[in-house]
Structures are given as C-alpha cells and as structure tokens.
C-alpha cells in the first residue's frame, strides 16, 4: 500500500484536517540503520508531522525540522517539500545507551539546551531572501505538543496533533480549527452551540486515539471509527515518498568549503575520500585526481575575476 495523506474538512463545523500513513517511505530512511527504539518513535513522528505539516501550510518550498539535542541524541533531521518528498536521519551521541521507554526531554533536553528548529524554506527565493526559521521551545512532553505550540504562535491558529511511530509505520492525525469568518456569513448551523464546543468535541474525538490504535489502523479506518457520526468531505489522497536530493556534485562543493589544505591533508593519510551521504547511504569517492579537478575550476574562475579588474 501507498503512503497517503488525506485532508478532509468536516460539514457544518470550524474543523479542517489530516490523516497520514507513511510506511514505504519510513523503510527507506532506515535503511542500513538500526535506530534504537525510542529513536524511531521520535524520529518517525516528525515525519508524519512534516508531511502533515507541510500539506497544512501549503507552503511552496521545504520545510526542515531540526532537534539539536543536548543528551543521547545529539541531531534529527527531518525534510519535507512541497511535493511531499521526504528524507531524514538521526546522529546519536558515541556510545549512547539508549532505553525504550525514554522521554522527548531525556533524549535531547537532558541539561535543558536542547532545540527545536523549523525552517520554512521557500522554493523560488527572491535574491537576498532567508528562509524563515522559528526555534520553538522543547517544552512539551511530546513532538505533537511542541509543534501544536509552535502553530499557535506562528500561525495563531489552534491544531493539534496525535502521532505515533514505531519501526514499522508512522501515523498521524492534525486537526484544526478554522478561522472564524464572524458575523452574518459564517452561521453555526449545529444546533449543540458555539465554534468552540465544536472544535472541543473534535478534540476530544483525536483523544480517543491510542498509540497502539494508531499503529495498528490504517487511515481509512481511523477516519470511520473517528468520525462517523459527522458528515466529512474528503479530498484527492496525496502521495509521500522518499527522495534524497544528495548528488556529486553538492559533495564536491562540501569538499571545496573545506579548503584545499585539509583536503590535500586528507589525501596524504588515504588513497581518496570517502563520503556516504547521511541520509540516503550513498556513497561517493574522490580521489586525488577528482580533489585536483574540483580546486582547479576554483582556481580558474577566481583567476578569471581578477582577469576582469
Ligand atoms: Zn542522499
């Protein structure tokens, strides 16, 4: 089966939302890692979020989702684009242990430095354009907590989000709570009473949801058992999938960054350099012919400037 995202908006109420499954995608990030259980809970549930995110903001560029940890885990990656192609990757600290049952904050908030970074990346940036960055405070117990604070405070609106992840699959669900239009246009055709009764009986039908539930339903089912008693309008399924925008070239310009003298140092302790890429295991070599060729075109365009003056 095909990882899905489907959005639906609810009839008659203030509620938007999505379900997501992602199952093949979340296979091919772990390839050729063993990831410590806990590991692979938080780092799958950041991406069923992503791509929940991503679909939610329809925001036409990549969102990245960073946590700089502070204890055992000392990075996760998470990137998603528009298209809903996703990669990710985890770094653990040497020699981690890490125990199943571990917390968010004993995972990377272990002496209280820990960070959670989302960069909204936009595709075709106007020059001199930065991608915006919102650092969110490692504050709640739970990656669906952290991000429910940060949708609040960037985009002012009410969401919330039920996730789960083990080794095998990654579900999740966003619901939110529709701008107000107000006034005459926007009448509460429930007879039950306000937008707000409405969005907290929504909510407490997400909280129904637990995380063995959530691993062992797919969506399809969810969506029944969920909401049944509501009229819901469904919307095409859209389709993540992995994609790791690694190339030859982009290592190469790593390498330049470097600076010839570490790689000319490099090279005198090994035949060529070796480097796999971190999130989709490929693998690239350079030798000295390569390295000699990369500074080259450096050296001849940097010429081909002062030529110029
Ligand atoms: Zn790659």
Known sequence: ??????????????????????????????????????????LGEMLAASALLSANLKFNGMIVMQIHGDGPIKLLVVECDSELQ?????????????????????????????????????????????????????????????????????????????LAADGKVSRGLLLQKLPS??????PTTRAEGSELETWNHFVMLGNTLRREELLSTDISTLMHRLFWEETIRVFEPAHPRFHCSCSREKVGNMLKMLGREEVEEALTQMDKLAIDCDFCGQHYEFDAVDCALLFADTLSSSEAGQARH
């Open 1 to 42: 089966m095909k990882d899905t995202l489907q959005k639906f908006l609810v009839d008659n109420a203030p509620v938007r939302g999505e379900l997501v499954e992602i199952s093949d995608t979340w296979q091919q990030v772990q390839a050729r890692r063993d990831y410590p259980a806990a590991v692979k809970t938080l």
């Open 86 to 162: 996703l990669r990710a990757t985890a770094k653990l600290a040497d020699g981690a242990a890490i125990a199943d049952e571990a917390t968010l904050s004993e995972l990377v908030n272990a002496t209280g430095h820990g960070r959670f970074v989302i960069t909204l990346d936009p595709k075709d940036k106007l020059p001199g354009q930065q991608p915006y960055q919102g650092i969110v405070p490692l504050d709640g117990d739970s990656v669906a907590t952290v991000i429910e604070n940060y949708m609040l405070r960037s985009e002012q609106l009410d969401t919330k989000l039920w």
């Open 181 to 186: 239009e107000g006034g005459i246009n926007a």
